[in-house]
């Protein structure tokens, strides 16, 4: 694999000095404020999934001092600071790649495609449990991006009341807009995904003051879109229904993330301050996986792919690496 990124990228240097030093949340050695931005998307969340798993097999998970999740991405970061990352990972090839969670003959019904109650009651809970009394102890805060439909704002929640309440909130920023029905609950009120008006979790991090923030995309970066698909245009004029000015906050949430997105691409070779920003992503020769896959063998070479990329990057080996699939 070819680097697209600095090897001496202060995001990457400021990793390894921690880990040198055994450095830890709440007593570190330096002045920096690490962030750690996930992003989800679906199925597409494998593979920030598989880079946070060779973040966790590099030894690195006590290096950052908040950690940002959007969609999938929250669900991933909450296994990742939780440990055994090798369960949440399992989740998108053993338990989420079935009918049972997305089903596109339910467009002709009154269900939604992506059922999400399945995801968070019978796989999180039940099938492979999140220890959500190890995320709220965790001495890293988890910041989840939940869409606010009534203010029309992006929230990250990260002071949790308990165990219920961050649920909660995972539960509202993963509800995909037409891929779910109506709005989640959270705190009362009514909530979708977080990246309707905050496109990229990099975003979030950057505006609470992080220094350093070390992004992980869930798709090639290569290629940026000059317009909205037809697709997005639709989503948007579906959420202006939901609620007016909805759609067009998501509109203008994607122009300013087509501009970001070359800011930070360029960011990986050529670092500028305020914030250093190393964006990670799936390789460039790597065959973008929809948000609703649900082959395995797709969703396996996807997560494998994100792994080594991480891996390469932590430790500058290239040898042909996997992450952990099961427990042994």
């Known amino acids: 694999m070819t680097r697209f990124w600095a090897e001496d990228h202060p995001v990457l240097t400021l990793m390894r000095q921690r880990l040198e030093d055994g450095s830890k949340p709440g007593r570190r050695l330096d002045d920096a404020v690490l962030g750690l931005a996930v992003e989800g998307g679906g199925m597409r969340g494998v593979a920030s999934c ?8 590099c030894g690195y998970r006590d290096a950052f001092d908040m950690v ?45 495609i992506f059922n999400v109650d399945f995801a968070f009651d019978e796989v999180f809970d039940k099938q492979k449990p999140l220890d959500y009394e190890a995320v709220l102890a965790s001495p890293t805060p988890l910041y989840v991006s939940v869409t606010m439909v009534d203010t029309l704002e992006t929230e990250t929640p990260h002071q949790f009341l308990d165990r219920a309440d961050l649920r909660s909130a995972m539960r509202a920023g993963a509800w995909l807009p037409l891929a779910t029905v109506g709005t989640a609950d959270f705190r009362g009120r009514p909530a979708i995904d ?87 992503c799936p390789s460039p020769s790597a065959e973008p996986l929809k948000r609703h896959a649900i082959e395995g063998r797709r969703i396996l070479w996807a997560a494998r792919d994100a792994y080594r990329t991480m891996r390469i990057a932590l430790t500058g080996d290239t040898g042909a690496v996997i992450p952990k699939f099961t427990a042994g």
């Open 194 to 280: 977080g990246g309707v008006l905050t496109a990229h979790p990099w975003r979030l991090a950057a505006d609470r003051g992080c220094t350093h923030v070390l992004s992980l995309s869930t798709r090639p970066t290569t290629v940026v879109r000059r317009t909205p698909t037809p697709f997005q245009r639709y989503v948007a004029h579906r959420l202006n229904r939901m609620r007016v000015g909805l759609g067009s906050g998501y509109r203008d949430a994607i122009d300013a993330y087509r501009h970001e997105r070359q800011q930070i691409n360029a960011m990986r070779l050529h670092p500028t301050p305020q914030p250093y920003v190393l964006d990670l």
């Open 50 to 57: 598989a880079m946070l798993s060779a973040i966790e097999d």
């Open 68 to 112: 940002f999740g959007g969609s999938s991405g929250s669900v991933n970061a909450a296994y990742f600071l939780a440990g055994e990352l090798w369960r949440n990972l399992s989740i998108y090839y053993d338990d989420l790649a079935s009918r049972d969670f997305i089903d596109f003959r339910r467009l002709v019904g009154p269900q939604a």
